[in-house]
């Protein structure tokens, strides 16, 4: 072998090795967002669902609750009740593509997150959301008896 196909060969090893983590760098940022939401969210005690509102403990979830996440770590935050089959936004920092707040929209039925939350697992990857593709994770909320009443969601836009 030539000593350039020798470094050809090698170039390439290099470089197909550095594409997925390439893709993969976002994981443990959105990882770690997800981590601070849950911690500062889940202190204030079990998750419910009360006349169609969540709660965390004695208090409702609101915009404050993610707001200080995403002056803290960047990116995007949302909670959402299970609602049926539909997961409507009850807290979030994401805006519709008018700007105005997305509280009370739901999460798109072609979100990949969708099926995984069923299921109740997470998910994380890419979403799209009001026309914008996101590195997300989502997490289901359960009830003390297992059942899935809600998600945290958490991105940043690609």
């Known amino acids: 072998m030539s000593r350039n196909s020798l470094i050809g060969s090698l170039l390439c090893i290099c470089l197909i090795s550095l594409i ?14 997800m981590a601070a ?4 969210i889940e202190a204030l005690g079990a998750p419910t669902v009360q006349g169609g509102d969540l709660y965390f403990g004695n208090t409702k979830v609101s915009a404050d609750a993610v707001d200080a996440v995403v002056k803290r770590l960047g990116g995007a935050a949302s ?8 997961y409507v936004r009850v807290a979030t920092s994401l805006k519709k ?62």
């Open 20 to 33: 997925p983590s390439v893709g993969a760098t976002q994981t443990p940022v959105i990882k770690s967002m």
């Open 97 to 158: 593509e008018d700007g105005t707040s997305a509280v009370g929209t739901i999460m798109d039925p072609k979100n990949p997150a969708l099926a995984k939350l069923n299921n109740g697992e997470a998910y994380y990857g890419d979403a799209t959301i009001f026309g914008e593709t996101y590195d997300s994770g989502y997490v289901p909320i359960k009830d003390a008896s297992g059942a899935v009443i809600g998600a945290y969601f958490v991105g940043n836009p690609k």
């Open 37 to 40: 939401l849950r911690a500062g």
């Open 79 to 86: 909670l959402f009740v299970k609602s049926g089959d539909q």
